[in-house]
């Protein structure tokens, strides 16, 4: 069975400074997504990894995809109170979601 | 485009009742999805349909029952409802992948189920 963990679970930062969190696994994966979802909402998509060590901006936001296709990981720097939110990563896409890092930006 | 939408919104239940989450889209997406969500795990697949009457089961299918009689409509059926099934369910829908990497899945907004 193919199971993904996530890093820390909680991370409550202050506005303006840098953060980084963790997907993880054992299991190889063609791909690794990370999703954002906001309280009463469903997640929505960020990023899509295929290839090993394959680094991905979005503004502010930087996912990196693991040499070995087993681990990601994503950064964001200068921290905004809209990141907050619960950070999901998903392997596979459709089947396999990591238990997700709650995000807490305060102002 | 509406996109997902999910009915209703939230729903309290008794032990044994009986009920449907509702679920549609209108991207013409192939795959659609259910999942729940509970503190400290994520979403965990219950079932999942490729195309019109195509249904297979996820990693947590038990108490539940789909049926994908048209492209757009995806229900899912709690026939006898447990206080163990009270979550957080949330209908997804994506194009089939082809290559390389999957297709982003369009969540709904969830439906929050309480089971008395």
């Known amino acids: 069975t193919q199971l993904l963990e996530q890093s820390p679970q909680f991370l409550s930062i202050q506005e303006g400074e840098n953060l980084t969190v963790y997907c993880n696994s054992s299991?190889?994966?063609?791909?690794l997504q990370w999703y954002r979802q906001e309280p009463g909402e469903g997640p929505v998509l960020l990023v899509t990894v295929v290839t090993g060590g394959e680094v991905k901006k979005l503004k502010r936001l930087t996912f990196q995809f693991g040499d070995a296709r087993k681990d990601s990981s994503l950064h964001i720097t200068a921290a905004q109170p809209g990141d907050t939110g619960l950070y999901l990563c998903a392997g596979q896409g459709k089947v396999i979601f990591g238990p997700g890092t709650s995000l807490s930006v305060i102002p | 485009n509406a996109g997902v939408t999910q009915t209703p919104k939230f729903q309290v239940l008794k032990t044994g009742q009986s009920m449907t989450l509702q679920c549609a889209q209108d991207?013409?997406?192939?795959?659609m999805s259910w999942y729940r969500q509970d503190p400290g795990m994520g979403l965990r697949l219950i079932h999942y349909?490729?195309?019109?009457?195509?249904?297979d089961q996820g990693e947590v299918p038990n108490g539940y029952n789909v049926s994908r009689s048209t492209t757009e409509d995806f229900p899912l059926r709690l026939l006898s409802a447990a206080p163990s099934q009270t979550s957080v369910y949330f209908c997804?829908?994506?194009?089939?992948?082809?290559?390389?990497?999957?297709?982003?899945?369009?969540f709904g907004p969830g439906t929050r189920l309480t089971v008395l």
């Open positions: 299991s190889v994966f063609s791909s």
């Open positions: 997804a829908s994506s194009y089939l992948s082809t290559s390389g990497g999957d297709n982003e899945q369009f």
């Open positions: 349909s490729v195309g019109a009457g195509i249904t």
């Open positions: 991207m013409n997406h192939e795959y």
